[in-house]
């Protein structure tokens, strides 16, 4: 989502790894890790232009960072999103093109 600013907030929806975690009962999954790890990758082709690692499944992209990433304002962003395992490492990752949406405080 854009902000008025020009900075976007990009998110996702964390899922588990753990065995039967995709149960309907619960608010939101088990992590199934010590921590709550990402790699997130903005890409410009198939070159990744950012790499970033997060303890939440959000990331601010400001107007600074998207020109010095690809050169403008883009209106979608291509990015993949792995979580970071203690044990195995990243998972796969999930890739996508996505519109920005505006109007978002």
């Known amino acids: 989502r854009s ?3 020009g900075d976007v907030t990009l998110s996702w929806i964390r899922r ?3 065995a039967g975690a995709d ?3 619960a608010a939101d ?3 199934g ?3 709550e790890r990402y790699r997130l990758e903005i890409l410009a082709g198939p070159v990744a232009v950012r790499t970033i ?3 939440t499944p959000s990331f601010l992209w400001t107007a600074a960072a998207q020109i010095a990433d690809v050169g403008a304002t883009p209106v ?3 990015l993949r999103v792995a ?3 203690t044990a195995l490492g990243p998972g796969i990752a999930r890739h996508a093109t996505i519109p920005i949406e505006e109007g978002r405080p």
Do not use: P
């Open 16 to 18: 588990s790894r753990l």
């Open 23 to 25: 149960a309907w009962t």
């Open 29 to 31: 999954v088990a992590l």
């Open 53 to 55: 690692e997060l303890a």
């Open 83 to 85: 979580q970071i395992g």
């Open 3 to 5: 902000r008025a600013t």
């Open 76 to 78: 979608a962003v291509t």
């Open 33 to 35: 890790e010590e921590t």
